[in-house]
């Protein structure tokens, strides 16, 4: 077990300032991707890591010379792509095999698509499946085939064309976690013998321990718009030991880079000014309220106070689904953060141990002066006669900060908030949002009136980077 | 591809030289091959103009042999509408400028009464093989090509848009051919999709056939041996026994028809199925089993092999199936004013011209006249949707919850809805004589002998499709009655009813070309309608007033797609789709 048993070599692709705006609808810029660079070289394996919405597939795909970025290059071998990159090979998250070829057929493919003759062909295909584990498998069909083996699958199809570099999407997060765990350690096993015929790997994921088992450089993202906000190298001796204090100690510091700047501007803006902060600068989590809920209950099993990593890991869940729920408590005052622990609040408290009804006034009372959002559509209908607006006031406001998607998602959240506390009502049909009648009192008694009509920001977006 | 990854020549050995099955199998395609080559003279018989036959023999031993006629028709406009359908797809899916207009033209081309344009088509045809039957065979082909293109092509389109975006990404990212893309993955994607709106397309399309074979334009009935031309020599005798004759055998044609092609192609195509989509059951064919089990598939294929591979060989100077990451958007921004305006100004030129030609000839005015006869038939279309959705929705209803109803009931509403109504017009005509109903209201009767039965074949597919925990909640929960209805069943096959609406609305149109104007015997019927003046018009060769009748047909029937249709279309997808 010697570390860095390959030392990097030269550069394969680099990507330099790379930038990907989207154009809304009404022709604004959306920023995806905010000038990243990074080099991937021969003999290592990197991970970009981040939250939904920081943009890791994007990068992906424009390593893949698969999408365009708006601005910079991505180069491969000094040559800036103009199509498909020649020099990769891709897994997918969901596999991607065609279901109407076999196994072998699958993985022959990319070969014909390079024209390899057909006796090479048959026979480096079948190289490729003995050393993924396959044999045996070569006539079957993928719809036969449990996930992991379709993975495999996936694998051998990557290998077979002996990629510079091998680019995985989420390769592991379809999986059920033994299979995942299983697969790993055997792409672990390849890679340190030297057997898997690829020069580099780039790992895109949202699992921290993953990141950190596998790769000798984590590059975190951090969220709207994607920017590069560390880089990390693990220098352990593979195969990692995730008991391992310094293991620990890794996991622990990207749970901190991820959750601190957050956490940072949530202080800043929530609890003190309510009034200052806005829909676009404090997007709301997407959380729901019985996942929010559930996680304080466990929090107060647990002593009011547990590490994030511990949390996530005795309740298998990936930072996917577990940061906008701490997000969400932070947000309302139900919980704190810092130094990757969460912390239950006199307000969590209370708001866990009150019966229903109760627990939906505290709730409502958060939410409405809290919640940028729901207190800008609860302003919003106050300030009308019939306590009614169209959904595409709001939506029109959200797409200057965000995508129609994201705009859409935000409402949505908003309107799951608006809802259980009994705030506002929402008729899908016509679209319209309506006043609930104890959201009137409440606005008035908890917050002094403040200006007519919701307040944004005409700006994009929430703030630049770290 | 299918042999390898074993031992062949094991595998041979292990085989037995000859079993029954090879010799059903090869024995059937012996008597196809020796039937098409029997048939190939006959297709390019002398043919003038002047002496040809207005009528066939109504002989029944020639049933047979006018049977394989309109078979091989059948078929011979299949081919040329896959091949159609696969370069429209495409060119649709992929060519950014080209999709702007292909698909609005499909739209239309959907909506067009085809029959409206024989007359057109029959002399085109006919001038372009001179002195041989063969462009009247052209006509009729062309005529059932235009049957069954339009709606595959709809289909092939939609999935090519709806692929999977990983398995595209996969696609680029290995760098495929355009020429392996195609093969490997557009066409396998697509299959589903294909078979079942090629066999859909198919059953519709025995109604052009009998139509398309007997025709008369420009004065003169121009007839091909065929089922079509037989049931019409029937008809024109008042025969009503023989026509009873070409009935069972059109009913021998269509069950055969799904039985020996139809239902194995389905249940072959099943292997094509992304298993996201998992079907609730498999569709069988003995028929596919009889071939799988047989090695002449694979002893056909294996000569093939080499052929696909110089194919794919030399497709490749095509380049991968890749677009460019970077276009200069200057070029682009260029390129696309310079395309709309040719096309802005070749759509003002072309419709200028047609103008100009009606109001030299019939004159503008005939436009009202047109919508005013128009209005009678959508008249018809509306009262035979209305009574037919009356009717055959609670019996759909009652079918499609019975499992073992629907089971039986199912194939046999398949066949009555391919079946060709217009051998059933002269019963239906032989009554309105004899009862002395007037065309004007018999007419609906007549669009509906077709329409009608996708609405129920659609209503019994969407009751089958409730899930059963569903039905069980609502019985427990003791919803019965106009509640049951309301609440429960309307909204479950709402979507089903609206794809069955919109078809049968479609289908009754066309009908009204042929259902206006019906002669049985020495009896004349005519109703007033749009059908009626088309149908007029084609038989005189009055080219002005039917470019009239067939564009305000295509308006009726866009305006009622765009208004009514589409938007019960878009409530059945976000509301009702369970």
């Given at each position: ?87 990769v090979a891709m897994v997918f998250q969901s596999f991607a095999l065609l279901p ?367 | ?327 200069p958007q200057k070029r682009e921004r260029t390129g696309d004013v310079f395309f ?55 019996v759909g209803v009652w079918i499609g919850m019975n499992p073992r109803v629907s ?172």
């Amino acid at each position: 077990m010697t570390a860095g048993a390959r030392s990097p070599g030269p550069v394969i692709i680099e990507a330099e300032h790379v930038t990907k705006t989207f154009i809304t609808p009404d022709g604004q810029a959306l920023p995806v991707l905010d000038g990243i660079s990074f080099a991937l070289r021969e003999g290592e394996i990197v991970a970009l890591l981040g939250k939904s919405g920081a943009g890791k597939s994007t990068l992906l795909r424009c390593i893949a010379g698969l999408i365009a970025p708006s601005a910079g290059t991505v180069t491969y071998r000094d040559t800036p792509l103009t199509g498909a990159n020649p020099g990769v090979a891709m897994v997918f998250q969901s596999f991607a095999l065609l279901p109407w070829l076999t196994v072998q057929q699958n993985v022959e493919l990319s070969l014909q698509a390079r024209n390899v003759p057909e006796a090479e062909r048959r026979e480096r295909a079948l190289k490729a499946i003995d050393l993924i584990g396959l044999d045996g498998f070569e006539g079957a069909y993928p719809k036969e085939l449990s996930g992991g083996m379709r993975q495999r699958v996936g694998f051998a199809r990557g290998l077979v064309v002996e990629p510079d570099a091998l680019l995985m999407d989420e390769p592991f997060s379809a999986l059920d976690v033994l299979t995942a765990e299983n697969l790993r350690s055997e792409l672990v096993g390849l890679w340190e013998g030297h057997d898997a015929p690829v020069k580099s790997i780039l790992i895109v994921t949202h699992n921290i321990e993953e990141a950190v088992l596998l790769a000798d450089r984590v590059l975190v993202l951090s969220s709207n718009p994607g920017s590069l906000q560390a880089e990390l190298a693990v220098e352990l001796p593979r195969p990692r030991d995730r008991t391992d204090p310094a293991f620990e100690a890794l996991v622990d510091t990207v749970y901190g880079i991820l959750t601190g700047r957050e956490a940072a501007v949530q202080a800043a803006a929530a609890p003190t000014v309510p009034a200052l902060a806005t829909p676009g600068d404090l997007p709301l989590p997407e959380a729901s309220v019985g996942g929010l809920a559930g996680l304080l209950e466990i929090l107060l099993a647990r002593g009011g106070e547990d590490g994030l990593a511990e949390i996530a890991d005795d309740l298998n869940f990936e930072i996917d689904d577990l940061l906008p729920l701490v997000d969400a408590t932070v947000l309302l005052g139900l919980a704190t953060v810092a130094d990757a622990r969460i912390a239950i609040t006199e307000e969590g408290r209370e708001f866990t141990a009150a019966d229903i009804l109760t627990s939906k006034e505290h709730f409502a009372r958060l939410a409405a002066t809290r919640a940028p959002l729901v207190r800008a559509i609860v302003q919003g209908l106050v300030a009308t006669e019939d306590g009614t607006l169209r959904e595409g006031l709001f939506l029109d406001l959200l797409r200057r900060g965000f995508s129609a998607e994201q705009a859409r998602n935000q409402l949505e959240t908003a309107i799951g908030w608006g809802r259980y506390g009994e705030l506002f009502d929402y008729n899908r049909d016509d679209g319209r949002l309506l006043l609930e009648p104890g959201a009137r009192t409440l606005l008035q008694s908890s917050a002094e009136p403040s200006g007519s009509g919701p307040e944004f920001p005409g700006g994009s977006g929430s703030g630049g980077g770290c | 591809m299918a042999g390898e990854g074993g031992f062949p020549s094991r595998a041979v050995l292990r085989r037995p030289a000859l079993r029954w099955v090879d010799v059903l199998v090869a024995a059937a395609l012996l008597g196809l091959l020796y039937g098409l080559l029997r048939l190939a003279p006959a297709l390019n018989a002398p043919f003038l103009p002047d002496t040809a036959p207005s009528f066939v023999s109504t002989d029944p031993s020639n049933l047979p042999y006018y049977a394989v006629r309109s078979l091989t028709r059948m078929f011979a406009a299949l081919i040329p509408s896959v091949l159609f359908t696969f370069v429209y797809a495409i060119a649709a899916a992929r060519l950014r400028r080209a999709e702007k207009v292909l698909l609005p033209v499909l739209d239309i081309l959907q909506s067009v009464p085809v029959l409206g344009f024989l007359s057109v088509t029959v002399t085109a045809f006919i001038n372009l093989f001179p002195g041989s039957a063969l462009g009247l065979e052209c006509a009729s082909v062309f005529a059932i090509f235009t049957a069954m293109a339009w709606n595959m092509t709809f289909a092939f389109y939609y999935s090519l848009i709806s692929q999977p975006q990983e398995l595209d990404e996969a696609a680029r990212v290995m760098r495929l051919t355009k020429w392996q893309r195609f093969w490997r993955l557009d066409v396998p994607g697509g299959m589903i999709p294909l078979v079942w709106n090629g066999m859909m397309s198919f059953g519709g399309a025995w109604f052009f056939l009998a139509a398309s074979e007997s025709i008369s334009v420009l004065n003169r009935t121009y007839a091909l041996p065929g089922m079509g031309s037989y049931a019409a020599a029937a008809i024109a005798r008042g025969d009503l026994g023989k026509v009873g004759i070409a009935i069972g055998v059109m009913m021998v044609l269509v069950i055969g028809v799904n039985a020996l092609f139809w239902r194995p192609m389905v249940a072959w195509s099943e292997r094509f199925r992304v298993e996201e989509s998992e079907a609730a059951e498999h569709p069988r064919s003995v028929v596919l089993d009889t071939l799988r089990r047989s090695s002449v598939p694979e002893r056909l294929g294996r000569p093939l092999r080499p052929v696909g591979r110089a194919l794919d060989r030399w497709t490749r100077p095509f380049g991968p199936a890749e677009h460019p990451l970077f276009r200069p958007q200057k070029r682009e921004r260029t390129g696309d004013v310079f395309f709309a305006g040719a096309l802005a100004a070749l759509v003002i030129f072309g419709a200028w011209k047609a103008l100009a030609y009606v109001q030299d000839t019939a004159g503008l005015a005939e436009f009202g006249h047109a919508f005013a006869v128009g209005a009678a038939t959508f008249g018809r279309v509306v009262v035979l949707l209305v009574v037919a959705t009356l009717v055959w929705v609670p019996v759909g209803v009652w079918i499609g919850m019975n499992p073992r109803v629907s089971r039986f009931a199912q194939p046999v509403v398949q066949v009555l809805a391919s079946f060709p109504a217009n051998f059933l017009f002269p019963f239906a005509t032989a009554f309105f004589v004899l009862a002395g109903i007037p065309l004007n209201a018999g007419a609906i009767v007549l669009m509906a002998l077709g329409a009608q039965w996708y609405i129920l074949f659609n209503v019994i597919a969407g009751a089958s499709s409730i899930p059963s925990d569903l039905r069980e909640a609502m019985t427990l929960f003791r919803v019965g009655g106009r509640l049951r209805w309301r609440k429960f069943i309307l909204p479950a096959i709402f979507p089903y009813y609206v794809t069955g609406g919109i078809t049968a609305a479609g289908g009754a149109w066309n009908a009204s070309i042929v259902g206006e104007i019906v002669e049985y015997g020495h009896h004349h019927l005519t109703a007033t309608g749009l059908g009626a003046y088309i149908a007029q018009a084609t038989g005189t060769g009055d080219f002005p007033r039917i470019l009239i009748g067939v564009t305000v047909m295509s308006v009726y029937v866009v305006a009622a797609n765009r208004l009514l249709w589409r938007r019960l279309y878009r409530l059945a997808e976000t509301r009702y789709a369970l």
